[in-house]
């Protein structure tokens, strides 16, 4: 006799995002513009680590945007019901004793 307790089949499906680099490159970005403003004259002017980081920091940002939109609009719109909303545990009689 099958046990009732287990489930066939996932009555809900879950949609995991992509992986992506892009929160790191964000976060070289946001690293390279604080360097730019408190690491004035190390091995290039102040300016050049605030653009280049500035520059990275936008990309990876569009990056992000970009790759969540897609990620929803590429998603069903809705999921079909595949049977009765189930309790969260079967009801049982007590066990007998003795």
């Given at each position: 006799?099958?046990?009732?307790?287990?489930?066939?089949?996932?009555?809900?499906?879950?949609?995991?995002?992509?992986?992506?680099?892009?929160?790191?490159?964000?976060?070289?970005?946001?690293?390279?513009?604080?360097?730019?403003?408190?690491?004035?004259?190390?091995?290039?002017?102040?300016?050049?680590?605030?653009?280049?980081?500035?520059?990275?920091?936008l990309?990876?940002?569009?990056?992000?945007?970009?790759?969540?939109?897609?990620?929803?609009?590429?998603?069903?719109?809705?999921?079909?019901?595949?049977?009765?909303?189930?309790?969260?545990?079967?009801f049982?009689?007590?066990?007998?004793?003795?």
């Open positions: 006799m099958p046990d009732r307790d287990q489930i066939s089949e996932p009555t809900e499906l879950i949609y995991l995002p992509r992986p992506s680099w892009a929160p790191a490159f964000l976060a070289l970005g946001a690293m390279l513009i604080v360097n730019g403003i408190f690491g004035e004259g190390f091995l290039f002017r102040g300016w050049v680590y605030m653009l280049t980081g500035a520059v990275v920091a990309a990876a940002f569009r990056s992000l945007v970009s790759g969540a939109a897609h990620d929803y609009f590429e998603r069903p719109r809705q999921q079909r019901p595949r049977g009765a909303v189930l309790p969260a545990d079967t049982r009689p007590p066990p007998k004793r003795g």
